[in-house]
């Protein structure tokens, strides 16, 4: 470690995710040197990007193994209905626009993809499913960046950007746990991730509710980098309180449960909060569209808990979930076990029962078979749950990652006060509030993370060459 505490490095990379790796690649390909300053353990490498599945992505006519076409106006307009237009419009342009050629690029350094499967039909046509998920995406890529020559350092928390005149010169880092040292870089690309993984910062932006909030994904990103740029003045962009959040499994683990504990059945059930009462329309959209709204529903409920109740007729129509659902031959019988209370979840289901009509049933698609005088409404796929036996899941908010992060311009370049720094560039999750504002699009994450990641790691490898030039002269 000491060789490379005492050189030069024309790329920095800060971070060990889907968009750290894009960025060292391209940068990398470009005949510059590059490390990458992975915080994790090398078997946790990869940040949240070792939890995910797809990739969406815009093309004009089938592409690999998606379907049809998908175009830059759907994709955004799509966009806009889950951020309720808190966006960027130029950055998530950018973003759909260039994901078209990046699922190819993607294929070309070792990712392979898959059709979708059951459960995910409503998703073949514009989300690139990976053949052996997240962790074999990001497994492709470090044995591309292996081939690279880009030296990777696990367990290395960089605690400080040094910021001088607004030029990034080198990063302070502790390796295992020891002492500082100083990397010095000709640029810096950071792509460390949000602080979802930081309980107190969760809690100081929440209050005392996130103490509640389950975290799907890895510990290990703590926004110190984030922490550290917001100190010294960087520009920031999003709202602390808005994040990637969608209804998990209660029983699932306080971290790094991943998207197994992600429960799929909203649509097919009613949801009550602990009091046994309803407080969302579960129909109000197909779940790809919708399921990242429900860990901030949940949250809103008191002890951050709800539960979702289903009968026999649906309990097959969705992903299975990792923990079995509780089972019990009457809805009084299945109160029971999830300490509920009884009289008043009979009382809503029969509401709703009585509020469902007769139509067609369509799982996969919007059905408009809707409930009539209840509230909330639910205005798909509403059908009555009155078939034993009953089932139910306790939900709880799953935070995946926050939208607190850098602001960033077309080319990925941070800025400091409004002007540029001359050699700072971010990527994935620490600018990804600059695109979403609120809400989530599956698969979406990805593709911020690949587009800014190549962008990032093409800008900082012509960086570099400046840097060098203005050194050697």
């Given at each position: 470690?000491?060789?490379?505490?005492?050189?030069?490095?024309?790329?920095?990379?800060?971070?060990?995710?889907?968009?750290?790796?894009?960025?060292?690649?391209?940068?990398?390909?470009?005949?510059?040197?590059?490390?990458?300053?992975?915080?994790?353990?090398?078997?946790?490498?990869?940040?949240?990007?070792?939890?995910?599945?797809?990739?969406?992505?815009?093309?004009?006519?089938?592409?690999?193994?998606?379907?049809?076409?998908?175009e830059?106006?759907?994709?955004?307009?799509?966009?806009?209905?889950?951020?309720?237009?808190?966006?960027?419009?130029?950055?998530?342009?950018?973003?759909?626009?260039?994901?078209?050629?990046?699922?190819?690029?993607?294929?070309?350094?070792g990712?392979?993809?898959?059709?979708?499967?059951?459960?995910?039909?409503?998703?073949?046509?514009?989300?690139a499913?990976?053949?052996?998920?997240?962790?074999?995406?990001?497994?492709?890529?470090?044995?591309?960046?292996?081939?690279?020559?880009?030296?990777?350092?696990?367990?290395?928390?960089?605690?400080?950007?040094?910021?001088?005149?607004?030029?990034?010169?080198?990063?302070?880092?502790?390796?295992?746990?020891?002492?500082?040292?100083?990397i010095?870089?000709?640029?810096?690309?950071?792509?460390?991730?949000?602080?979802?993984?930081?309980?107190d910062?969760?809690?100081?932006?929440?209050?005392?509710a996130?103490?509640?909030?389950?975290?799907?994904?890895?510990?290990?990103?703590?926004?110190?980098?984030?922490?550290?740029?917001l100190?010294?003045?960087?520009?920031?962009v999003?709202?602390?309180?808005?994040?990637?959040?969608?209804?998990?499994?209660?029983?699932?683990?306080?971290?790094?449960?991943?998207?197994?504990?992600?429960?799929?059945c909203?649509p097919?059930?009613?949801v009550?909060?602990?009091?046994?009462e309803?407080?969302?329309?579960?129909?109000?959209?197909?779940?790809?569209?919708?399921y990242?709204?429900?860990?901030?529903?949940?949250?809103?409920?008191?002890?951050?808990?709800?539960?979702?109740?289903?009968?026999?007729?649906s309990?097959?129509l969705f992903?299975?979930?990792?923990?079995?659902?509780?089972?019990?031959?009457?809805?009084?019988?299945?109160?029971?076990?999830?300490?509920?209370?009884?009289?008043?979840?009979?009382?809503?289901?029969?509401?709703?029962?009585?509020?469902?009509?007769d139509?067609?049933?369509?799982?996969?698609?919007?059905?408009?078979?809707?409930?009539?005088?209840?509230e909330?409404?639910?205005?798909?796929?509403?059908?009555?749950?009155?078939?034993?036996?009953?089932?139910?899941?306790?939900?709880?908010?799953?935070?995946?990652?926050?939208?607190?992060?850098?602001?960033?311009?077309?080319t990925?370049r941070?800025?400091?006060?409004?002007?540029?720094?001359?050699n700072?560039?971010?990527?994935?999750?620490?600018?990804a509030?600059?695109?979403?504002?609120?809400?989530?699009?599956?698969?979406?994450?990805?593709?911020?993370?690949?587009?800014?990641?190549?962008?990032?790691?093409?800008?900082?490898?012509?960086?570099?060459?400046?840097?060098?030039?203005?050194?050697?002269?």
């Amino acid at each position: 470690m000491s060789a490379l505490a005492e050189k030069v490095l024309d790329v920095v990379v800060v971070g060990g995710g889907n968009a750290a790796l894009c960025a060292a690649i391209e940068a990398a390909e470009a005949g510059r040197s590059v490390v990458i300053l992975e915080g994790a353990p090398k078997a946790y490498r990869g940040g949240n990007s070792r939890h995910t599945r797809n990739f969406r992505c815009m093309h004009r006519e089938p592409l690999s193994v998606l379907t049809d076409s998908y175009e830059e106006d759907e994709y955004f307009d799509d966009l806009i209905r889950v951020t309720k237009g808190n966006t960027d419009e130029e950055l998530a342009r950018l973003a759909i626009r260039t994901s078209e050629e990046c699922l190819p690029w993607m294929e070309a350094h070792g990712v392979r993809f898959q059709p979708s499967l059951s459960g995910t039909l409503s998703l073949g046509r514009t989300n690139a499913f990976f053949l052996g998920g997240g962790k074999a995406l990001v497994n492709a890529y470090y044995n591309t960046a292996s081939d690279l020559g880009i030296e990777v350092v696990y367990e290395s928390q960089v605690t400080h950007v040094e910021i001088e005149d607004g030029r990034f010169n080198a990063v302070e880092v502790e390796i295992s746990g020891g002492a500082k040292q100083r990397i010095e870089g000709r640029t810096v690309v950071l792509a460390s991730g949000g602080f979802q993984g930081d309980i107190d910062w969760l809690a100081r932006a929440w209050g005392p509710a996130a103490r509640n909030f389950l975290i799907r994904g890895t510990p290990y990103n703590r926004g110190v980098v984030l922490k550290d740029m917001l100190d010294q003045g960087a520009d920031s962009v999003g709202d602390p309180t808005q994040c990637h959040a969608v209804a998990i499994d209660g029983r699932a683990p306080k971290f790094d449960g991943g998207i197994v504990t992600r429960l799929d059945c909203v649509p097919f059930s009613v949801v009550v909060n602990k009091h046994g009462e309803r407080f969302y329309d579960e129909g109000e959209d197909v779940w790809p569209k919708r399921y990242a709204i429900w860990g901030r529903l949940v949250a809103a409920q008191p002890d951050q808990v709800a539960y979702s109740i289903i009968d026999s007729k649906s309990a097959n129509l969705f992903m299975p979930s990792v923990f079995p659902a509780v089972e019990a031959g009457s809805l009084e019988g299945l109160a029971e076990k999830m300490g509920l209370p009884a009289d008043k979840l009979r009382q809503t289901v029969d509401a709703f029962n009585a509020g469902c009509r007769d139509g067609a049933f369509h799982p996969t698609e919007l059905d408009g078979l809707a409930t009539e005088g209840v509230e909330p409404q639910k205005t798909n796929w509403a059908r009555p749950i009155s078939e034993p036996p009953f089932y139910g899941y306790s939900l709880r908010p799953g935070v995946t990652f926050t939208y607190l992060g850098l602001k960033v311009d077309g080319t990925a370049r941070v800025t400091m006060g409004g002007r540029k720094l001359e050699n700072v560039w971010a990527a994935g999750e620490i600018m990804a509030g600059s695109i979403l504002g609120e809400g989530y699009l599956a698969g979406f994450g990805m593709t911020i993370g690949t587009v800014f990641g190549r962008i990032a790691g093409q800008e900082a490898a012509k960086g570099a060459v400046l840097g060098e030039n203005s050194h050697a002269a």
